[in-house]
């Protein structure tokens, strides 16, 4: 099984900055896309991106040209750096993996369990 940690959420100002950070750990065999959802009070839970293996990354229209992710093949880490938050990003950020463990080999989904992001105005 793969096993999801994100870590980096927390309080910030409208305009500041934050990194959410995401680990994947336990029995990989391969990690073809990892990407960051969010979930919002009373919303539904949305992509906000996510960067394929020797893909190109995507992006909600929401967050382009201010959030950007990155990933580490190496250490199995998936970043996200948001820059210029507003009140609506707040929402609890989930880290996501479509991998295959070194088990099972076929791929699902993997999700850790959020880290709650709040940008008060």
């Not at 009373?42 to 201010?66: F, W």
């Not at 088990?103 to 008060?120: A, I």
């Amino acid at each position: 099984q793969v096993q999801l940690v994100e870590s980096g959420g927390g309080l910030v100002q409208a305009g500041g900055s934050l990194r959410l950070s995401c680990a994947a750990s336990g029995s990989i065999f391969s990690i073809r896309t990892m990407g960051w959802y969010r979930q919002a009070p009373g919303k539904q839970r949305e992509l906000v991106a996510e960067i394929p293996s020797g893909g190109s990354t995507n992006y909600a229209d929401s967050v382009k040209g201010r959030f950007t992710i990155s990933r580490d093949n190496a250490k199995n880490t998936v970043d996200l750096q948001m820059n210029s938050l507003t009140p609506e990003d707040t929402a609890v950020y989930y880290c996501n993996a479509w991998a295959s463990s070194g088990l099972r080999l076929v791929p699902m989904d993997y999700w850790g369990k959020g880290t709650l992001v709040t940008v008060s105005s």
